[in-house]
């Protein structure tokens, strides 16, 4: 299958502070990137959809204005954490779409970014 | 979408099949059923889908019910390495997956 890269795979930064997470698509150009995020011991939470070119659409509960995420080519999107604080530690995961040549639309996931703030 | 029900956790013995249930009683006509598993601390790995037959890949055999409100997931040989949660989605041909709670197996030696 496809390839989806994360950067970093895993960042500690103090509360206050923003970071950025990168997601790539490495051999396919995605037209459509998820992006989620994981607590321990639960189910992956879908925060946002973003397409290339276009404002993310973010799920309800989601602040848009604290997860900032851009899209600007089809094989990098971008998750910035604004103003992180301890409760926003969590494991991001995002996901990149190629419309498939079957009848269905994959979908391929990146290995995760864990997010710790002080 | 519709939703999904699954046990939520099972335990194998390595070397015997494990076969995980997902009941999806409400899937309408033109949504699959996909199976995702995620391993501690990584990603989801896509396994399998199907619409209304069996299905089987070099990952996993599918099947699915002839009136499509369950499937169950089939691990013929279930190793340690197969220890993880296992998540069963039924969604249209968009892209958007909603996952649920899933199963976790424990393959124990």
């Known amino acids: 299958g496809a390839v989806v890269s994360q950067h970093p795979s895993r960042v500690i930064c103090k509360s206050g502070t923003s970071v950025k997470i990168e997601c790539r698509s490495l051999?396919?150009?995605?037209?459509?990137m998820f992006w989620y995020r994981q607590f321990p011991k639960q189910s992956l939470m879908l925060m946002a959809t973003?397409?290339?070119?276009?404002?993310?659409?973010?799920e309800q509960g989601v602040e848009k204005d604290k997860f900032l995420i851009n899209h600007a080519s089809l094989t990098l999107s971008t998750l910035t954490v604004t103003s992180a604080h301890p409760e926003d530690s969590s494991f991001y995961i995002c996901?990149?779409?190629?419309?498939?040549?079957?009848?269905?639309?994959?979908?391929?996931f990146g290995p995760g970014t864990r997010l710790t703030v002080l | 979408d519709a939703k999904t029900t699954q046990p939520t956790s099972m335990d194998c013995a390595e070397g015997r099949a494990a076969n995980l249930p997902c009941n999806h009683s409400?899937?309408?006509?033109?949504?699959?059923v996909y199976w995702y598993r995620q391993i501690h601390s990584q990603g989801p790995q896509y396994i399998i889908h199907?619409?209304?037959n069996n299905e089987t890949n070099e990952m996993a055999p599918l099947i699915i019910t002839e009136d499509r409100k369950s499937s169950t997931l089939i691990l013929p040989h279930a190793t340690l390495r197969d220890t993880a949660v296992y998540y069963c989605?039924?969604?249209?041909?968009?892209?958007?997956?909603?996952f649920g709670a899933g199963t976790r197996l424990f393959v124990k030696a």
């Open positions: 996901s990149a779409a190629a419309p498939g040549q079957n009848s269905y639309n994959e979908q391929f």
């Open positions: 051999d396919f150009q995605a037209t459509t």
């Open positions: 973003s397409n290339e070119g276009s404002k993310a659409t973010y």
């Open positions: 409400t899937i309408s006509g033109n949504e699959y």
């Open positions: 199907g619409l209304k």
């Open positions: 989605i039924v969604r249209s041909g968009g892209f958007k997956t909603i």
